[in-house]
């Protein structure tokens, strides 16, 4: 009877252990909000054409590197922010009315544009836009993303409740819903806007939405 002899060369070996990353190669999250936050910062301070990582670190009081183990460049960092702001939108306002939505909708829209930062940043990257077709596509779609549900859950809400027939145009209810405030508060850039402006506006809108 032959006995097979098992060499050490056959016996099963144990699996090498997979050793946990070592601190440095985790990214604190506080670190990355830190950064995130010192662009808003920077930007509105001295624009994209003069933001420079640099900066932005010395704002956010971490080295470059910290920075660059996040994003390759101040654009990849600009467009991953600009992104940012269309995931997030603006809370879906339920008063019980269209104008009620829609008057909600624009108190809450005005405060965010009139905020320093905001009124400073938005109106640089749509200069810069306007060189940049990578700037220009996510302010695009952070814009329109970010309005969009929010004007879509407003008007399907009104069909359901009857103030809107069903089937309207939803993407020229969002222009009309969008349009004017924006233009304001961007474009022409007027910081105070006349009393009881923002009631105006929504009692408009909802008669110019019920037309369509």
């Known amino acids: 009877m032959l006995v097979r002899m098992t060499t050490n060369a056959e016996e099963p070996q144990p699996r090498p252990r997979r050793r946990a990353p070592a601190g440095a190669a985790v990214l604190r999250e506080d670190v990355t909000e830190a950064i995130r936050a010192a662009v808003f910062e920077e930007l509105a ?53 269209l104008e009620g939505d829609l008057r909600l909708l624009y108190e809450v829209t005005s405060r965010a544009l009139r905020h320093p930062v905001a009124s400073q940043i938005l109106p640089d990257l749509q200069a810069e836009a306007a060189r940049n077709p990578d700037i220009a596509e996510a302010l695009r779609k952070a814009l329109r993303e970010g309005q969009d549900g929010v004007a879509k859950g407003i008007v399907t809400a009104a069909e359901a409740r009857g103030e809107l027939r069903p089937g309207a145009d939803h993407d020229l209810a969002l222009d009309l819903i969008s349009g004017p405030l924006y233009w304001r508060s961007v474009v022409i850039r007027n910081p105070k806007l006349p009393k009881g402006y923002l009631a105006t506006l929504a009692r408009a809108t909802t008669q110019a939405l019920k037309a369509l």
């Open 45 to 97: 301070a001295v624009g994209y054409a003069r933001m420079s990582i640099e900066g932005i670190a010395r704002r956010a009081g971490v080295g470059k590197t910290a920075v660059y183990r996040r994003w390759r460049s101040k654009l990849h960092l600009v467009l991953d922010l600009v992104s940012a702001i269309a995931v997030q939108g603006l809370p879906a306002p339920d008063t019980g009315s």
